[in-house]
């Protein structure tokens, strides 16, 4: 399974960008969809899983309220749509396939199987 990120570019503080990622290839089910985040000199962080178990989105602190993890339906995309960004937003953004069932919504980095190359989100001041 091959997990292709886009929609990464340059922008200004307060805009806004939608992330895609797309799955190739044939996989187990997918129990969860997730985006992480990783800036230089800093730990691989969550920011937003689609848990198939409770069908909704769940994020981070740091950007509930400001991120939308979406599904399209039958099909192996994914959208993170970010709105009011700031520069400590700028990171390489990752998207992550989970296809084993879990009582909660995976937040780790080692609990998804399948990872794409990433895709750089950077927010100018």
């Known amino acids: ?6 929609g990464g570019g340059l922008v200004q503080t307060g805009d806004s960008l939608r992330l895609t990622c797309t799955a190739f290839g044939r996989h187990n089910n997918a129990y969860a969809w ?3 985040r990783q800036a230089p000199g800093k730990e691989r962080e969550f920011v937003a899983a689609r848990w198939a178990i409770d069908g ?3 994020y981070s602190d740091s950007v509930k309220g400001r991120f ?3 599904k399209e339906i ?4 994914v959208y993170l749509q970010m709105f009011s960004l700031k520069p400590e937003d ?3 953004y990752y998207c992550a396939l989970d296809i084993w069932y879990r009582a909660d ?7 998804y199987t399948y990872w794409g190359r990433g895709t750089q989100v950077t927010v100018s001041s």
């Open 1 to 6: 399974v091959q997990l292709v990120e886009s």
């Open 34 to 36: 997730g985006w992480f």
């Open 56 to 58: 909704t989105g769940h």
């Open 68 to 70: 939308t993890i979406s």
């Open 74 to 77: 039958d099909k192996d995309t």
């Open 90 to 92: 700028s990171a390489v």
């Open 105 to 111: 919504v995976p937040r780790q980095s080692y609990e």
